[in-house]
């Protein structure tokens, strides 16, 4: 499994700081676009392709390449893995982290999280919570 890993200089403006390697510089602008945009639920692949400036398929070509994973997968599991780290704070309930992590449908976040982490979100917070107990 391919975990997206990006490492990027950014200036004060936001702006990616030029780098030879076109795959690095690739991964930090796909990176950013998704950081910037996964809270929102109407981002989707189709507005993920459009900040990418470039055309569909040779962006959907790129990102399975460089991630091993379709752009929609990324986001899914961008979003599921920012949901685990809201899932450490109790203060959220299950429905408030799946808004809060751009899923607009507490019931659809409930099963990709299922199908991805083989834990319900419920049964994986109990799970958190269990360990730091233990320590």
């Given at each position: 499994?391919?975990?997206?890993?990006?490492?990027?200089?950014?200036?004060?403006?936001?702006?990616?700081?030029?780098?030879?390697?076109?795959?690095?510089?690739?991964?930090?602008?796909?990176?950013?676009?998704?950081?910037?945009?996964?809270?929102?639920?109407d981002f989707n692949v189709?507005?993920?392709?459009?900040?990418?400036?470039?055309?569909?398929?040779?962006?959907?070509?790129?990102?399975?390449?460089?991630?091993?994973?379709?752009?929609?997968?990324?986001?899914?599991?961008?979003?599921?893995?920012?949901?685990?780290?809201?899932?450490?704070?109790?203060?959220l309930n299950i429905s408030e982290i799946?808004?809060?992590?751009?899923?607009?449908?507490?019931?659809?976040?409930?099963?990709?999280?299922?199908?991805?982490?083989?834990?319900?979100?419920?049964?994986?917070?109990?799970?958190?919570?269990?360990?730091?107990?233990?320590?």
């Open positions: 499994m391919k975990v997206l890993i990006y490492v990027c200089v950014i200036d004060d403006e936001g702006f990616v700081i030029n780098d030879n390697n076109k795959d690095k510089q690739f991964l930090c602008k796909i990176g950013k676009i998704l950081e910037d945009n996964y809270r929102n639920s189709s507005r993920f392709v459009e900040l990418s400036e470039m055309r569909r398929t040779i962006f959907f070509r790129r990102v399975r390449r460089a991630t091993g994973s379709s752009p929609s997968e990324l986001l899914k599991k961008k979003r599921l893995s920012e949901s685990v780290v809201l899932l450490t704070q109790d203060e799946a808004y809060k992590v751009g899923f607009d449908d507490p019931y659809y976040f409930s099963k990709c999280f299922k199908d991805y982490f083989n834990y319900s979100p419920t049964e994986y917070r109990k799970k958190l919570i269990g360990n730091y107990m233990i320590n």
